[in-house]
């Protein structure tokens, strides 16, 4: 085997999409593909009908706070960009601010959490940068991929859409109902995939059973209430001591009109006719603990703690737990962020600096610390300041002093340069002393190199 088996061992870690391909033509193993039957070449079917989450995330609000709430914690603090070479800094950040990354990131990932992945597409040639960025519909893009899980090609099928008359006749489309788009302008972000899948799971999809439960709960609880008012009614028709017997139609007569039984509070019935309202106890009581178990179901799925909502905590969870609970969600935040960061990074920061001619690597630092943030670790370091002796530390900790009141570091290095300079010509020569001993070292020196010129 010609490559050395770090290739292997570093394979998907932060690489380019052509050293990825490189490393899959090693592998013999195949994946399973499920190709979409029509159209034909289109590309995998998708795990889910993306329809049912969106809708799901459009009118159900409890879910749609879930995955905001998650949005805001990923990007809501916003990130800076650090590198050694300042003038790639420079580029990336006027990028940044240029294209709106952060508000296309949120739709971006918004787009990964309710559907099975998030699309975005990279304008502008391979070797022209990216000219903008452009979020597409997941549910209308599909994945080609050979049997060993190369990406070939990603279709955006746009049958359906309400387009020019010629519009497919020209060479965009060249008379398909897809558009086939270069796999290196698509950026894929997904979340909960595994094995071979092409695509993710996202969010919502693997809560689907417990929301149906919850809805259909909800739903019982209401129709109960509007309709019964708490509480059903037993009719008794008839008498079998008076040897009294109605007739079926009666008896159905009767039983419709408790079918559309809404808020009627007098009734007049003969003397065969008993009318009483049978008592099951609260029955709201009855669906507080089916509501409230898969509402810990749903906080649990989508790893969101109820205090981060607004709520109490969870039954049983005191506040010990509940800190545990945020730090687990920390965490969780982190490791989207990471992901997020590795792409935009390898895939995006990249291609721009390489089209401005650079080759250097720009981090993505998330937070933008505010100012009541940066005046606390201010007066921190001033304070370790007056009790540290260590000159390297105290060096370190203001240039930290410096960063934060976004002044240049290098002001540092120049003031201790200035500082050694000031002391040396302030310092007396004093014969028998420490500081003369240089000094005669220095005039040999001299003279030594005098001698060996003549």
């Known amino acids: ?111 990964a959490f309710v559907k099975p992945s998030g699309i975005i597409e990279l304008g502008g040639g391979i070797d022209e940068g990216i000219k903008g960025i452009k979020v597409l519909d997941f549910k209308n893009m599909y994945k080609r991929r050979d049997d060993k899980g190369n990406i070939l090609v990603w279709n955006q099928l746009i049958k359906g859409f309400k387009t020019d008359r010629d519009f497919k006749k020209e060479s965009l489309t060249k008379g398909k109902d897809y558009i086939e788009l270069d796999s290196k302008n698509i950026i894929e972000f997904s979340i909960n995939r595994i094995g071979d899948m092409p695509y993710g799971l996202g969010l919502i999809y693997p809560n689907l059973d417990v929301i149906d439960s919850f809805l259909g709960m909800r739903k019982d609880l209401h129709t109960v209430m509007r309709r019964k008012a708490g509480s059903p009614y037993w009719i008794k028709m008839g008498s079998l001591e008076q040897n009294i017997f109605p007739e079926a139609s009666a008896v159905t007569d009767m039983a419709n009109r408790l079918t559309y039984l809404q808020a009627k509070t007098e009734w007049v019935t003969g003397p065969d006719v008993d009318i009483k309202a049978v008592d099951f106890g ?43 609970w945020s730090t687990e969600l920390d965490i969780h935040i982190n490791s989207i962020q990471e992901e997020l960061e590795k792409i935009i990074e390898e895939k995006i920061f990249k291609r721009v600096l390489l089209s401005h001619g650079f080759d250097d690597h720009v981090e993505i630092i998330w937070g933008e610390p505010n100012e009541n943030e940066n005046r606390a670790k201010i007066q921190l370091l001033q304070s370790l300041l007056n009790t540290t002796s260590n000159p390297a530390l105290r060096k370190e900790m203001e240039k930290d002093i410096a960063r934060l009141l976004d002044y240049d570091e290098d002001i540092i290095d120049q003031g201790e340069e200035e500082r050694e300079k000031e002391e040396a010509r302030e310092q007396p020569v004093i014969p028998g002393s420490l500081n003369f001993i240089p000094k005669i070292k220095e005039w040999f020196r001299k003279k030594s190199m005098i001698r060996e010129t003549k």
């Not at 998907?12 to 499920?34: A, P, W």
């Not at 800076?80 to 990131?105: C, F, P, R």
């Not at 179901?297 to 049983?316: D, I, N, V």
């Open 1 to 111: 085997m010609d490559k050395p088996l770090k290739d292997f061992v570093l394979f998907g870690l932060g690489k380019d999409d052509n050293y990825l391909q490189e490393q899959l033509d090693f592998f013999r193993t195949l994946v399973k593909r499920e190709p979409v039957r029509f159209p034909e070449d289109l590309g995998e079917t998708h795990p889910f009908d993306s329809i049912i989450t969106e809708g799901l995330w459009e009118k159900f609000g409890f879910v749609n706070a879930l995955i905001e709430k998650k949005v805001d914690h990923i990007w809501g603090r916003g990130f800076h960009v650090y590198s050694n070479n300042k003038n790639a800094q420079a580029i990336i950040e006027q990028w940044v601010t240029d294209v709106g990354l952060i508000s296309i990131g949120k739709e971006w990932t918004r787009e």
């Open 282 to 324: 609260s029955i709201g009581e009855k669906f507080s603990f089916p509501l409230n178990n898969d509402m810990d179901m749903l906080f649990y799925g989508f790893q969101t703690p109820k205090g981060e909502m607004g709520a109490s905590s969870p039954t049983g969870l005191g506040s010990t737990a509940s800190t545990e």
